[in-house]
């Protein structure tokens, strides 16, 4: 499945982004879609997931701050960002057709390109 992010950049401590990954598949509607965050010198770590149905999970650390959504007309998830923090500086991906188990996202093998979000304080 090919994917394309989009929508990082540099913001302030506080600020706000939106993410964006597209995909041409015409299997959108029934994938569920992650949205993963590598650190500097850390591994990729999942920060949201949406389900087929539009049930979403959100790691510890982004809840209450960000919102995954999905369009299915469009094929397109979104990773809203408010109330950023310098921690969430890191190489954001979207993952396609992951698996659940005991509610929690096992990505899939398609990964879009990545896009930096940078948090200055």
């Known amino acids: 499945v090919q994917l394309q992010a989009s929508g990082g950049g540099l913001v302030q401590a506080g600020g706000s982004l939106r993410l964006s990954c597209t995909t041409p598949?015409?299997?959108?509607?029934?994938?569920?879609m992650g949205w993963h965050r590598q650190a500097p010198g850390k591994m990729r770590a999942l920060v949201a997931s949406?389900?087929?149905?539009?049930?979403?999970d959100y790691a510890a650390s982004v809840q209450g701050r960000f919102t995954i959504s999905r369009d299915n007309d469009k094929g397109t998830v979104y990773l809203q960002m408010n109330g950023l923090k310098p921690e969430d500086t890191g190489v954001y991906y979207c993952n396609a057709g992951g698996t659940y188990l005991e509610r929690r996202y096992y990505p899939g093998s398609s990964w879009g390109q990545g896009t930096l979000v940078t948090v200055s304080s």
């Open positions: 598949s015409s299997d959108f509607s029934v994938m569920a």
């Open positions: 949406i389900n087929s149905r539009g049930v979403t």
